[in-house]
């Protein structure tokens, strides 16, 4: 996901904290005197204010200038040494400064990663119009020796035979294919905007409510903060699921890499189609040249004028292809360059080593480099991709080109190898930085971080998927979150409603908590109750209420005491007539118990009221007859 400006500013609020924290800390050993060891304090403090208002201006929007922040962080640093100070927020706030310039990196990749196929698309089109230029030369060198053979033979490829579709047929298939191709990439294009928008308004209405928060204090910003979470989360008020940011944001970028692979289809058919209509074109001039040979004339000039074209056409493409090859280094150094951010701030982190801290360090270890892998399994996807294009066009390319591009598909090729490589490697060191955090941790940390290694681990599956397709690393790796699964349960109460819980469900995985179980099995009997009142013959009723019953007695009560009294009150409501069949017939059965008791009432109340009516008077038990109250009849309230 990409964490954008938010991450930025997080990371500029948590350098400002850690930093005013080494600040405080020095002030406690400051004295009256200025010794060398109290004048080596100060000018610590002097070098980490001078920190803290550079981070306070560390946006891209406020001239974002990372050297500038990170020389000063170096000057506190030795500030803090010269002073016999540690400096282990200092080395925390240096990891974050580090991992956010590493995701602003990141984002100047989007500036870039289009260069290069961009150009290998218009090469498509210029080698499809080489194509064209050599198969024209190759016609009309033919045409004084055209005879009624050939032309015979054009007429069957163009309007094909008894056992195969003519040019003008698949021509036809073809161009119904593209344009069906372009109205999803359109319609793609539409829910992108509409589903951006969405996102855009939730982050927006969210990061107003944190706003308003800190204008706020105690339970009321608490609460407001709680909101904002939600929406982020995908929480309704009454706690149910709904979508939220994280699923826009999921559901945004699979619309895009749907909509790159509808474009990438559209690149891939239209030159076939667009060749398929040059070719109908010059067969159709081919077959009149047949029936005209006067054009003989003619054809010696034309040849020359071909030549021209093809030499200027390949000249166009060797260039482009060098371009190409410079472009694609760039994205490699690009992303190598990010990916040397993260090491720099997992190299930061590692030297956290005071306890308060530690965890936060440890933590933001595997983030950094869960990211990196990332990072580097979209440079594996990139150059993937490079060389799928170079292969493609060396099965085209005439002899004068042919080595350019079997070069860039070999060179792409191993800097995939290599990308996909460093992936599974960089993946693996934040496989085992998460795993000794949750072993560490609990709580909200533990919560984190197992949040985040399970996003992870689904980030991976996808890439399996992508890739190799290894049904035994995926498999793996879901053993991973087979293993981790019941942490997630017990620290994170919304984890079963999350994005992450999700994306595992294909796999058959369930997050819920034993309390989310049991309401799930009270909602389906009270499914299974509606249905048996539906039921037309009574005997088939009561055998499904004993079944009903059965399984109630064995069931714990949930700790929504309104779940259990509400199930109990439909039984008793719906089915009464087959309770007292029950009873009759069967009053040992396990779970009728819970009824008797309001039976009996029920019963005598009937008798009470009907000796009142022979005698004159009202039945006692004043307002509420024979029940005694509302809240006295066991199973009901209690």
Do not use: W
């Not at 230029?133 to 009624?148: V, Y």
């Not at 359109?186 to 706003?211: C, P, S, W, Y």
């Not at 749907?258 to 070719?279: F, G, T, Y």
């Not at 983030?367 to 493609?392: D, F, P, Q, T, V």
């Amino acid at each position: 996901m990409n964490t954008g400006d938010t991450e930025l500013k997080k990371a500029s609020k948590l350098f400002v904290v850690s930093l005013t924290a080494v600040i405080v800390c020095m002030s406690l050993t400051a004295g009256c005197k200025d010794t060398p060891s109290q004048e080596a304090a100060k000018e610590a403090r002097r070098e980490l204010d001078k920190a803290i208002e550079i981070i306070e201006l560390y946006t891209i929007e406020d001239g974002y200038n990372y050297q500038l922040a990170r020389n000063q962080l170096e000057k506190a640093l030795n500030a803090a040494a010269r002073a016999d100070m540690k400096a282990d927020a200092v080395f925390l706030s240096a990891g974050d400064l580090n991992k956010a310039y590493a995701v602003k990196l990141s984002r100047e990749l989007a500036s870039i990663e289009n260069n290069a196929p961009k150009k290998m698309d218009m090469v498509g089109k210029e080698l499809s119009s080489l194509q064209y230029l050599l198969m024209k030369k190759k016609l009309h060198t033919s045409l004084g020796q055209a005879d009624k053979t050939e032309l015979e033979n054009l007429l069957a490829v163009v309007n094909g035979t008894d056992s195969s579709a003519g040019l003008i047929k698949r021509l036809e298939m073809s161009r119904n294919q593209l344009r069906q191709m372009q109205t999803e990439y359109k319609n793609l294009q539409e829910q992108i905007e509409n589903t951006r928008q969405k996102a855009t308004d939730m982050a927006l209405k969210a990061d107003k409510m944190f706003r308003e928060a800190e204008k706020l204090s105690g339970d009321e910003k608490i609460k407001l903060q709680r909101k904002a979470y939600n929406i982020i989360r995908g929480i309704d008020q009454s706690g149910n699921e709904t979508k939220g940011t994280l699923d826009y944001e999921l559901e945004l970028q699979n619309l895009i890499d749907q909509a790159r692979m509808a474009e990438s289809d559209i690149n891939a058919l239209s030159p076939v189609v667009e060749k398929m209509e040059r070719d109908l074109e010059d067969l159709n001039q081919r077959i009149a040249v047949l029936k005209d040979p006067d054009m003989d004339l003619k054809v010696m000039k034309h040849i020359a004028s071909l030549d021209g074209q093809i030499s200027e056409k390949q000249q166009l493409i060797k260039d482009a292809a060098n371009e190409i090859r410079q472009d694609i280094q760039a994205y490699n150094d690009a992303v190598n360059s990010a990916a040397g951010a993260y090491d720099d701030a997992i190299s930061d982190y590692r030297k956290v080593k005071a306890y308060d801290l530690r965890d936060f360090a440890l933590l933001d270890i595997a983030i950094s480099y869960n990211e990196k892998a990332s990072l580097l399994a979209k440079l594996a996807e990139y150059n993937s991709r490079a060389e799928a294009y170079a292969g493609n066009y060396t099965k085209i390319a005439t002899d004068e080109i042919l080595a350019i591009f079997e070069s860039l598909n070999t060179e792409t090729a191993a800097a995939a190898d290599e990308a996909l490589s460093m992936t599974n490697q960089t993946y693996a060191q934040a496989a085992e930085q998460y795993e000794s955090a949750i072993d560490m941790f609990s709580g909200d940390m533990a919560a984190r971080a197992v949040r985040s290694y399970m996003l992870m681990i689904s980030d991976m599956i996808n890439l399996e998927k992508r890739t190799t397709g290894d049904k035994s690393a995926i498999d793996f790796l879901i053993e991973k979150v087979e293993q981790y699964k019941q942490i997630a349960i017990e620290e994170d109460e919304y984890f079963s409603r999350s994005v992450v819980a999700r994306q595992f469900s294909e796999f058959g995985l369930e997050f819920k908590t034993a309390q989310e179980k049991l309401l799930d099995e009270y909602s389906r009997l009270s499914r299974l109750v509606s249905e048996t009142e539906a039921m037309p013959q009574q005997e088939d009723r009561k055998a499904e209420l004993m079944s009903i019953l059965e399984n109630l007695a064995q069931m714990q009560r949930p700790s929504e005491a309104s779940v259990y009294e509400s199930l109990i009150e439909k039984i008793f409501t719906s089915l009464k007539p087959e309770l007292k069949l029950i009873r009759e017939e069967n009053p040992e059965l396990p779970g009728l118990d819970i009824f008797i008791p309001r039976l009996q009432e029920e019963e005598q109340a009937e008798a009470l009221t009907a000796e009142g009516e022979e005698s004159g008077e009202a039945a006692p038990g004043g307002e509420f007859g024979g029940f005694g109250g509302p809240d006295t009849a066991p199973g009901f309230g209690e």
